[in-house]
């Protein structure tokens, strides 16, 4: 299976994602990722499938495959941020958001992620430099 074959794999399943018809969107990201298991793409989004399907454990350990295959995915380290702070966990979403934001800057949801982390741990006003 060549990677072009394995990102057409991963089209049709972000199609279905985009339809939330996230059951047929996991079958198509399973097949990638069984053809080739060090894409990160494919963990991120199956992460992405996952969170949306209320399972943000599995979810967070798809976003530690992505990133053990690429530190600098930084759409890996916000999915992650939105997991753990979907497990309440919100210092180390705090943690995975700022490092999504240091690697993209435009990264709104990371930056919305931190703001809402850090209000929860009471730290109000870096949460406002977070959301600004």
Do not use: H
């Not at 996952?50 to 798809?62: Q, S, Y």
């Amino acid at each position: 299976m060549t990677t072009k074959e394995v990102v057409e794999i991963l089209k049709k399943g972000m199609a279905y994602a985009q339809r939330t018809k996230f059951k047929e969107a996991m079958a198509y990201y399973n097949k990638a990722l069984a053809l080739d298991p060090k894409c990160p793409e494919g963990w991120y989004l199956r992460a992405s499938a996952l969170i949306e399907t209320g399972k943000p454990e599995e979810a967070l350990a798809d976003c530690e495959k992505a990133l053990a295959l690429n530190q600098n995915y930084s759409d890996a380290w916000s999915k992650k941020g939105l997991a753990l702070f979907n497990l309440e966990r919100f210092e180390d979403a705090a943690l995975a958001a700022t490092r999504a934001s240091t690697l993209n800057g435009n990264d709104a949801t990371a930056w919305y992620i931190k703001g809402v982390c850090l209000d929860e741990l009471g730290r109000s006003d870096e949460a406002q430099e977070a959301y600004g």
